[in-house]
C-alpha cells in the first residue's frame, strides 16, 4: 500500500521570505502522480501543484515549485515570497497511474501560518 | 457559481439516523469520489464511481453507502450514524479524458457532527 507522509506538522514563515514543506511516500510503483493541496480556514480543497513521476523537470507554479526526487521518494513544496493568503493547511497526496485506480492517498498535513 | 457543490455544508445528527449527503457537480466529469477529512489524518477515500454504473469502495467504507444517481451526482449515505463518523466529508470530481490529466477537483466540504 502506498503511504504519504508529512513530517512538519506545523510551520511558520515571515511575510515575503521562503518556506519549504517536506513530503515523503512509499510506493513500489514506477508511474505515479503527486499533488499538493492547500486549504485555507474555509476548508476549501485547491490544487497548488501536481508533478507526473515520468517527468524530470520540476513542475512550477508561479510562487510555488517542486523539488522532485524520485530515488529518495521525496516531494517537497517550495514557496517563495509567502504572503498572508498563504496562510493554510497543505496536504500532498500520491495517486497511481493507472486508468482504473484512482485511489489517492494524503498526508496528514502541514499547518502554514505566514506572520506580518 | 461553484463546480462542484455539496448540501447540506453543515449537519447535526443523533447516533442511529439516517444521514445523506449530497454532491453535485457541473464539470461533466465521470468520475465522482467521496473522502472523509479528520484531525491529523488527511482524507481518507469512501468510495468513488468511474460512471453511473460503477461503483468502488475505497479505503474505508464500512459504515457508508453511496449512490450514483447521474453523471452530475453522487449521494454518501450513512445507514446508522454513530460518533466515530463525525468528520468533514469532501466530495470530488475527475476526468482522465480531458487533456489527459488525473487532477480532482474538491467540493466545499459537509461538517458533519453525530452526538
Known amino acids: 500500500a502506498q503511504t504519504v507522509t508529512q513530517s512538519q506538522p506545523e510551520m511558520s514563515v515571515q511575510e515575503a521570505e521562503t518556506v519549504t514543506l517536506s513530503c515523503t511516500y512509499d510506493t513500489s510503483e514506477s508511474n505515479y502522480y503527486l499533488f499538493w493541496y492547500k486549504q485555507p480556514p474555509s476548508r476549501q480543497m485547491i490544487l497548488v501543484i501536481r508533478q507526473e513521476a515520468y517527468k524530470q523537470q520540476n513542475a512550477t507554479e508561479n510562487r510555488f515549485s517542486v523539488n522532485f526526487q524520485k530515488a529518495a521518494k521525496s516531494f517537497s513544496l517550495k514557496i517563495s515570497d509567502s504572503q498572508l493568503g498563504d496562510t493554510a493547511m497543505y496536504f500532498c497526496a500520491f495517486m497511481i497511474r493507472q486508468y482504473n485506480n484512482n485511489d489517492m492517498r494524503f498526508g496528514a498535513g502541514t499547518r502554514l501560518t505566514v506572520k506580518p | ?115
Open chain 2, 1 to 115: 457559481d461553484a463546480d462542484v457543490t455539496q448540501t447540506p455544508r453543515n449537519r447535526i445528527t443523533k447516533t442511529g439516523k439516517r444521514i445523506m449527503l449530497e454532491c453535485s457537480q457541473t464539470k461533466g466529469h465521470d468520475r465522482m469520489y467521496w473522502y472523509r477529512q479528520d484531525p491529523g489524518l488527511g482524507l481518507r477515500l469512501i468510495y468513488y464511481s468511474f460512471d453511473v454504473k460503477d461503483i468502488n469502495k475505497g479505503e474505508i467504507s464500512d459504515g457508508y453507502s453511496v449512490s450514483r444517481q447521474a453523471q452530475a451526482k453522487f449521494s454518501l449515505s450513512l445507514e446508522s450514524a454513530i460518533p466515530n463518523q463525525t468528520a468533514l466529508y469532501f466530495c470530488a470530481t475527475s476526468d482522465p479524458q480531458r487533456g489527459g490529466e488525473e487532477t480532482q477537483y474538491f467540493g466545499p466540504g459537509t461538517r458533519l457532527l453525530v452526538l
